[in-house]
């Protein structure tokens, strides 16, 4: 079965350090990649995903995030994060012909201090 | 309205109710999702529709939950004998395409149930 680890539940980060937030899957076939994010009191919204090509993926706001196949790794990472990153982000995955479950891991909340 | 809306935002239960729960996807959408999100969890994907078809069912957790998209725009995911595991944020989603795994997934701001 597949699943989504994600290592850190909680982050707090200021103003302008660099992000990582660590994302592995298990599945042996191909997959596609999401990141999401959910903001404060808003939905849950697409941030970037990985489908094919280049496993460097840019995203909005400034995110991109980088598809390791060997290491089964999909981390999210910013240069320089500000106080509006603030947020809980969710890296999700789906198995190419596996039908239509998304699995998500259980989320990484970030709080940045101005 | 522009994006996924659902209803009610929040639904309060005593156990053993059946409660209703409904969502209206993004205009032309093909594809609708609904998960649970349970305190502290990621979403768990419960059942997907493509137009009217339930096509998955298979994350459903009991056949006390029952969902439906009778013409394939508004969907209602039932829950009957509520009990309190039942407690989550109950999300739906909806996509443009049929091949969902390729599109992008936009997410309604959820139901609140608390069954007590």
């Known amino acids: 079965a597949q699943s989504v680890s994600q290592h850190n539940h909680h982050v707090i980060l200021s103003e302008a350090a660099s992000l990582e937030l660590g994302c592995n899957y298990s599945?042996?076939?191909?997959?596609?990649l999401f990141w999401y994010v959910q903001y404060p009191g808003q939905h849950l919204q697409l941030l970037l995903k990985?489908?094919?090509?280049?496993?460097l993926v840019k995203g909005i706001k400034g995110f991109e995030a980088e598809f390791i196949k060997s290491k089964f790794s999909f981390n999210l990472r910013k240069p320089s994060v500000q106080w509006s990153d603030t947020a809980e982000y969710f890296c999700?995955?789906?198995?190419?012909?596996?039908?239509?479950?998304?699995?998500f891991g259980a989320g990484t909340r970030l709080f940045v201090k101005a | 309205g522009a994006g996924v809306s659902q209803s009610p935002r929040y639904k309060v239960a005593k156990r053993g109710q059946d409660v209703a729960l409904r969502c209206d996807p993004i205009?032309?959408?093909?594809?609708l999702f609904w998960y649970q999100q349970a305190l502290g969890q990621g979403p768990e994907f419960l059942t997907y529709f493509q137009n009217e078809a339930q096509l998955d069912k298979s994350g459903l957790p009991s056949d006390r939950f029952f969902a439906e998209r009778p013409e394939g725009s508004v969907s209602t995911l039932k829950i009957q004998r509520t009990q309190q595991e039942d407690s989550a944020v109950y999300l739906c989603?909806?996509?443009?395409?049929?091949?969902?795994?390729?599109?992008?997934?936009?997410f309604g701001p959820g139901t609140r149930l608390t069954v007590l």
């Open positions: 599945y042996g076939g191909t997959v596609n």
């Open positions: 989603a909806s996509s443009m395409g049929a091949a969902s795994w390729r599109n992008e997934q936009f």
């Open positions: 990985y489908f094919s090509g280049d496993p």
């Open positions: 999700a995955v789906n198995a190419r012909g596996g039908g239509f479950k998304t699995i």
């Open positions: 205009s032309g959408h093909v594809s």
